[in-house]
T-cell receptor, first 113, second 111 residues
Framework: DGGITQSPKYLFRKEGQNVTLSCEQN?????MYWYRQDPGQGLRLIYY???????QKGDIAEGYSVSREKKESFPLTVTSAQKNPTAFYLC????????????FGQGTRLTVV | SQKIEQNSEALNIQEGKTATLTCNYT??????LQWYRQDPGRGPVFLLL?????KEKRKERLKVTFDTTLKQSLFHITASQPADSATYLC??????????FGGGTRLMVKP
């Protein structure tokens, strides 16, 4: 089955630690995205990638980093510089950037302990 | 400033009635608008996309309208069912074709 997979579903991090969230898709999509969702809030864009080996900052990129070395994979690292990392993180992909439906993963809930 | 506004209060309706959700936007000129459904603890699922030159779009019990003069989209679910209970998000394209999401409206359909 084609789809987009995020792992892990739940993640706990100690303050001061970096942590990497995985996102893999087998839909052959060029564009991939990372969003953050806080309770009762909409989705805010962290980073996006239009094509492999290229990525751009979204609205709230500070404290995060990404890579896009393979078309299928777009991992997100939450660094210790992110002041309030506890949130629900959603990865998505689409055939091309914009003007087309986005397919979302099931999300990773990150909690700082 | 740019805003996408959806009613943050939950919408409670009786089974069988039509649910109408609103998405208003300010200082955007979207070429298209999308609606997604999100269940608790899950990722959003795409429902419908409507382009700026389309007034209305339908899919089964769903209907979306897009009024670029009023800067508003309405999302209707006819003959609503308890299984329709979820949060519904609207999203529109921002500069660079990026999707920007509203805060969502939670719909509760009571049997």
């Amino acid at each position: 089955d084609g789809g987009i997979t995020q792992s892990p579903k739940y993640l706990f991090r100690k303050e001061g630690q970096n942590v990497t969230l995985s996102c893999e898709q087998n839909l052959n999509h060029d564009a991939m995205y990372w969003y953050r969702q806080d309770p009762g809030q909409g989705l805010r864009l962290i980073y996006y990638s239009q094509i492999v080996n290229d990525f751009q900052k979204g609205d709230i990129a500070e404290g995060y980093s990404v890579s896009r070395e393979k078309k299928e994979s777009f991992p997100l690292t939450v660094t210790s510089a992110q002041k309030n990392p506890t949130a629900f993180y959603l990865c998505a992909s689409s055939i091309i950037l914009g003007n087309t439906e986005a397919f979302f993963g099931q999300g990773t809930r990150l909690t700082v302990v | 400033s740019q805003k996408i506004e959806q009613n943050s209060e939950a919408l409670n309706i009786q089974e069988g009635k039509t649910a109408t959700l609103t998405c208003n936007y300010t200082n955007y000129s979207p070429a298209y608008l999308q609606w997604y459904r999100q269940d608790p603890g899950r990722g959003p699922v795409f429902l419908l996309l409507i382009r700026e030159n389309e007034k209305e779009k339908r899919k089964e019990r769903l209907k979306v309208t897009f009024d670029t003069t009023l800067k508003q989209s309405l999302f209707h679910i006819t003959a609503s069912q308890p299984a329709d209970s979820a949060t519904y998000l609207c999203a529109l394209d921002n500069a660079g074709n990026m999707l920007t999401f509203g805060g969502g409206t939670r719909l509760m359909v009571k049997p």
